[in-house]
C-alpha cells in the first residue's frame, strides 16, 4: 500500500469513528479527484459542484461501510462521485442506501480478481483494451470516462444505436475473457 | 475461455453487469439490475470484478480544484449547529500559524515545568497560549488567549474523536474546583468564555481536557479521564 493510500484510508477509517477535522483532511486530499470526475461527467461546474457537496455528505454517511468493501480508498471514493454524477445525468433515481450498501460488500475472502488489482496491476486493462479496435476501445473509455450513454457513443462514432450497442456488448465480452485469462 | 463462462444465461447476464458497471443501462434496467446483483452472489461477485478493472481506468480522471466555500457548504449540510467557519480569520485557518504556535507553546511548557517553583512571572502581553497533554494520551490541544478580546481560541494538534464520547474543556485557577468551558469539537473552535473564567484568567491559570460522556458532564464536575492538561503561559 502506497504512502498516500495508507493515508487516505487513515482518514476515511477516522471520519467513520466522526473525526470531524479527518473528515476535512480527506476533503483537501480527495476533492479534487472526485470533482474532475463529477466535471468531466457533468461538463458543468455547477452541477458538478452540486454533486461534489452530495458525494462527501454520502463518503461521510457510509465511512463505516468502506473497509467491508476491500476497494482501494480512491476507488472507493471516485466510484461514489461517479455513480453520483450518472444518477444526476440520467435522471435515475438515487440509490437506496441499504442496497447500495449490498452491492459494495465483499462476501467472504477478498476475491482473488479484484485483490489483484491493489497489487498493481494497472496495466492489465490497458493492454486488453489495447486489443479491441481502437474505436471500441475508446467506446468503453468513453462510457467510463465520460459517462456516455449508447446513443452519445452512437452520435459520436456516427453509428447506429443498434450497431454502437451490438459492437460494445461483444467488446465487453471480448475484454472480459482478456482480463480474466 | 473460463469453465462457467459456457452458460448462456451466465454470459448474458455477465454482458448485463458490465453495462450496469459503465451506467450504460436505461433508467428502468439499471434498477432491476441493481437489485439482481444485490440479491446474487454470483452476479455481485461478476460486478466486484468490473469494478475492479474499470476502476484501473480512474487514473483517467484529471483533477480539477472545486471552487472554494464547498467544504464549508458540506459542513453545514452535515452540521447544522457546528459554528460557521467562513468568516474566519485566514491566519486562523492556517496550519502552519498553528504549527508555530503550537511549538511556541510546547517550548513555554517545558520551560514552565522549571519554573513552577518560582513566583509567577508578571504578565508581559495580553497574549496567553498553553499547550494541553498529558503521558499516555495521543490527544492534544493547543490554546490561544487573547486578553483584549476576551476569545480563548482552541485547536487540536493530534488525537481523535472518540465513538459516543465528548472531549470537555475546564478552567482551573488555584486550588478552586475546576469551572467547565463546554464541550470541544477535535478541530479549531472559539471557546465562550463563563464571566467568572475570563475575569481570573491569567499565566498561571490550568485548562484540562477530560473524555466525558456525550454532551458532556452532566454534574458539571469532571468525571472521566483527563486527556490533556496545560498551564497558560505569557507570550
Known amino acids: 500500500m502506497s504512502q498516500s493510500t495508507a493515508e487516505i484510508d487513515e482518514l476515511i477509517a477516522r471520519t467513520a469513528l466522526r473525526d470531524r477535522a479527518a473528515f476535512r483532511a480527506l476533503y483537501h486530499r480527495t476533492s479534487a479527484k472526485l470533482f474532475g470526475v463529477t466535471l468531466r461527467i457533468l461538463k458543468d461546474r455547477a452541477e458538478a459542484e452540486e454533486a461534489l457537496q452530495e458525494v462527501y455528505v454520502k463518503v461521510w454517511q457510509r465511512a463505516d461501510r468502506y473497509a467491508a468493501g476491500g476497494y482501494s480508498p480512491i476507488s472507493w471514493l471516485v466510484a461514489i462521485a461517479r455513480n453520483h454524477a450518472l444518477d444526476m445525468l440520467r435522471g435515475r433515481k438515487p440509490m437506496a442506501d441499504d442496497l447500495d450498501a449490498a452491492l459494495e460488500i465483499a462476501d467472504g475472502a477478498p476475491d482473488p480478481e479484484t485483490a489483484a488489482i491493489g497489487q498493481g496491476e494497472r496495466g492489465r486493462i490497458d493492454g486488453c483494451l489495447g486489443e479491441l479496435e481502437a474505436d471500441r476501445a475508446e467506446a468503453v473509455r468513453g462510457a467510463y470516462l465520460d459517462g456516455y450513454s449508447y446513443e452519445e457513443l452512437a452520435a459520436r462514432f456516427d453509428v447506429p444505436l443498434n450497431t454502437m450497442r451490438t459492437w460494445l456488448r461483444r467488446s465487453l465480452i471480448k475484454l472480459r475473457e482478456c482480463l480474466s485469462a | ?235
Open chain 2, 1 to 235: 475461455m473460463s469453465r462457467d463462462e459456457q452458460g448462456e444465461g451466465g454470459g448474458e447476464d455477465r454482458v448485463l453487469v458490465a453495462e450496469f458497471a459503465l451506467g450504460l443501462l436505461d433508467p428502468a434496467e439499471h434498477e432491476v439490475m441493481r437489485r439482481r446483483i444485490a440479491a446474487d452472489p454470483e452476479l455481485r461477485r461478476e460486478y466486484r470484478l468490473w469494478r475492479g478493472r474499470l476502476g484501473t481506468l480512474d487514473e483517467g480522471f484529471a483533477e480539477a480544484a472545486p471552487p472554494a466555500g464547498v467544504l464549508e457548504r458540506i459542513e453545514g449540510r452535515l452540521f447544522p449547529a457546528a459554528p460557521a467557519r467562513e468568516g474566519r480569520a485566514r491566519l486562523w485557518n492556517s496550519l502552519g500559524f498553528w504549527r508555530g504556535l503550537a511549538a511556541a507553546g510546547f517550548a513555554l511548557a517545558i520551560v514552565a515545568v522549571g519554573v513552577d517553583l518560582l513566583p509567577r512571572p508578571p504578565l508581559t502581553g495580553p497574549e496567553l497560549v498553553a499547550a494541553l497533554e498529558a503521558a499516555g494520551s495521543d490527544v492534544k490541544f493547543v490554546a490561544f488567549y487573547d486578553r483584549r478580546a476576551g476569545t480563548l481560541r482552541l485547536a487540536a494538534l493530534s488525537g481523535s474523536a472518540v465513538p459516543d464520547k465528548d472531549f470537555e474543556l475546564w478552567a482551573i485557577e488555584g486550588k478552586n474546583a475546576p469551572i467547565s468551558m463546554g464541550v470541544i469539537p477535535m478541530d479549531k473552535s472559539n471557546v465562550a468564555m463563563p464571566p467568572s473564567v475570563k475575569q481570573a484568567f491569567g499565566p498561571g491559570t490550568v485548562l484540562a481536557v477530560t473524555l466525558e460522556q456525550k454532551g458532556g458532564s452532566p454534574t458539571g464536575k469532571a468525571q472521566g479521564p483527563v486527556v490533556a492538561v496545560g498551564t497558560a503561559m505569557a507570550i
